[in-house]
């Protein structure tokens, strides 16, 4: 069984353990306590559409208040808006069937910007459904303001999610790894706190991965807007059919290709097995021959087949189309070099100090260091080089 993921692990349960969204909260409160009334008013609007960046809490808002006002919860996704017969299929018996064990229903379209132009159709059903439904309608969205939703933004109540703030996600870290009773360095909480750009849910999984990471040392986080433009590249390339423009989807994708390679390798076997995953497995390795005949030739015209096996190759490997969210991951080989630069980072900055102070210079110091670390552990000796807290739970961490 694959261990749970600590997103889903710590996901609030209660509007209480929600952080940093106080106004959407009490936006969605009056929304879902008001509905009633609205229908027989005609005042307010039948949907609430959530909209804000990726990992602020929009989904797991319409989750709490479901649980909050006791009201079972009917999911859709962008993949549900593809097939309008699918689609009726599916809403009749939500919109006519009573809940049996809760006080009513609260249905939730997720992900709609997902939905892609040829798919239009569906959102023809979801204004249908708005109209028609007796139950509240809640939306969420990353991108609210592109122009297929124009008609869909006039129909619905919007709220902004904001970005959380950085020390709002570093204190929920600290709570998670109190919890499972780990430790991580301060120093590397802030960083990814701050990198995360506001997205906890990424922040997590950040933390999740590292903090079972038992390596030596590290490079930088990537910045997390270069990350959605990977998101959404994987998913082009997973979740559709393969087609002539996933030639040059990572053009717009702010990476170097050997970061997209890891990428994808990482997330290959979150969506394909058996047959499908050996062959884009076997397209993978076809790209890193190109790549080494590249490098080694300067042959630079080579990059188109490691394009096309990167990026239509991998697409052609599945036999139909894959629906549903899929949760991709930051590569764990990124995160390992990335938390090993950090404790080099440490030893260097300790070894500067001590060679200033003995007039050595500090390649020497590095490599006598795992002599010299049993001075460096005596605190009278920290104090007096002037150890910052990091520098000495480094000290105190190594053997």
């Known amino acids: ?215 030596e040392s590290f490079m930088e986080f990537d910045e997390r807007n270069k990350e959605v433009d990977i998101f959404n590249a994987l998913r082009k390339i997973f979740k559709t059919k393969p087609e002539n423009a996933l030639l040059r989807i990572f053009d717009s994708v702010n990476m170097s290709i050997d970061e997209i390679i890891l990428w994808i390798e990482e997330n290959i076997p979150t969506e394909y097995s058996g047959e499908e995953l050996a062959r884009a497995y076997d397209l993978l390795s076809k790209t890193d021959i190109f790549k080494r005949r590249i490098y080694k030739q300067q042959y630079w015209r080579f990059l188109v087949y490691e394009n096309i096996f990167l990026s239509y190759g991998i697409a052609s490997s599945k036999k139909e189309i894959k629906p549903g969210f899929t949760n991709y991951k930051k590569p764990t080989r990124i995160l390992k070099i990335w938390l090993n630069n950090q404790k080099t980072a440490k030893k260097k900055s300790i070894s500067e100090k001590y060679g200033k102070y003995v007039h050595v210079n500090q390649k020497r110091i590095m490599n006598e260091f795992p002599i010299i670390k049993y001075i460096l552990k005596n605190t009278k000796v920290q104090k007096e080089l002037k150890l910052n807290e990091d520098e000495e739970a480094y000290l105190n961490k190594i053997i």
């Open 1 to 215: 069984m694959s261990e749970q993921t600590w997103t889903e692990k710590y996901r609030p349960k209660s509007f209480v353990e929600v952080k940093g969204q106080e106004e959407a909260i009490s936006k969605i409160k009056s929304f879902v306590e008001e509905f009633n009334l609205s229908a027989l008013t005609r005042i307010k609007k039948k949907a609430l559409l959530l909209h804000g960046p990726p990992g602020t809490g929009k989904t797991t808002l319409a989750y709490v208040m479901s649980k909050e006002v006791s009201k079972e919860i009917f999911e859709l996704n962008a993949s549900d808006l593809r097939n309008k017969a699918k689609l009726k299929e599916i809403l009749k018996p939500a919109i006519e069937q009573q809940s049996l064990i809760k006080k009513g229903k609260i249905i939730l379209v997720d992900e709609v910007d997902g939905i892609s132009a040829v798919d239009r159709g569906g959102l023809t059903e979801l204004l249908m459904l708005i109209e028609a439904t007796p139950y509240p309608v809640i939306i969420t969205a990353n991108d609210i303001w592109q122009k297929k939703l124009s008609l869909l933004r006039k129909k619905s109540e919007l709220v902004q999610l904001k970005e959380i703030d950085y020390k709002t996600i570093k204190n929920t870290l600290i709570e998670i790894l109190r919890k499972e009773k780990l430790f991580v360095e301060n120093e590397v909480l802030t960083k990814i706190s701050i990198r995360s750009k506001g997205d906890l849910r990424a922040a997590i999984n950040d933390l999740q991965t590292i903090s079972k990471i038992q390596a």
